[in-house]
């Protein structure tokens, strides 16, 4: 087993090696609870690590606004604001995005999440509207000749949009190195900046009461 594991890392990234080993792992188990074997062949192999580094990219604010530039439309420019300043997964969570989920007077909107709603008390969160942000939502606002339900309403199509392709192609025309997994890594370089800003805000008022 532990040789077969080596042979999936050889081929797989790493995060695919532990999806494979674990769902192997649910099937090895569920032989020996019916009785079928008696242990587990892969008892004792851990399955790794489902986070691949080397797809790890931060995106720079002078990046974002590059991209920004590159966009052929505001809902691409509003899509790239709330994955990057948000920290919004996608398609997912800007999709579902509502104006009524929006409350300017308190620079904040609800994001309903697909991914953790089935969990009591995490079905979605608030989200500050940092100024950033709020300068591509307003002018998406302003822009909108109807007021629609939806904050952004092209690109809903499944079958005609793939987010994915579209924005490797603003990539491009932005000039910049690519981005692999562009909605996790947009996510990611909002949440390295959100923590670095809330730890040394932190230190700071604990090295003043030191």
């Not at 505001?74 to 709330?82: M, P």
């Not at 822009?143 to 079958?159: L, M, N, S």
């Amino acid at each position: 087993m532990k040789q077969w594991k080596e042979s999936l890392r050889e081929t797989l990234a790493e995060s695919t090696t532990a999806g494979t080993i674990t769902k192997t792992k649910a099937v090895f188990n569920w032989a020996v609870q019916s009785g079928m074997i008696e242990k587990s062949p892969l008892e004792g192999v851990g399955r790794g690590s489902f986070v691949n580094r080397e797809k790890d990219r931060f995106i720079t604010p002078e990046e974002y606004r590059r991209l920004l530039d590159a966009c052929p439309c505001q809902d691409w420019k509003a899509i790239i604001a709330l994955a990057r300043h948000g920290g919004l997964r996608a398609p997912s969570e800007i999709l579902r995005l509502r104006w009524s989920d929006v409350n300017w007077e308190k620079g904040r909107f609800y994001v309903t999440s697909s991914k953790t709603e089935h969990h009591a008390g995490k079905e979605g969160r608030l989200v500050p509207i940092f100024p950033v942000l709020r300068e591509e939502l307003e002018k998406l606002y302003f822009a909108q000749p109807e007021k629609t339900e939806f904050v952004v309403t092209r690109y809903r199509d499944p079958e005609r949009s793939n987010l994915g392709t579209q924005f490797a192609r603003i990539v491009r025309m932005a000039g910049i190195e690519p981005v692999p997994r562009p909605f996790d890594n947009m996510r990611a370089s909002r949440s390295t900046e959100i923590y670095a800003e809330y730890h040394d805000t932190k230190q700071t008022r604990h090295n003043s009461i030191v």
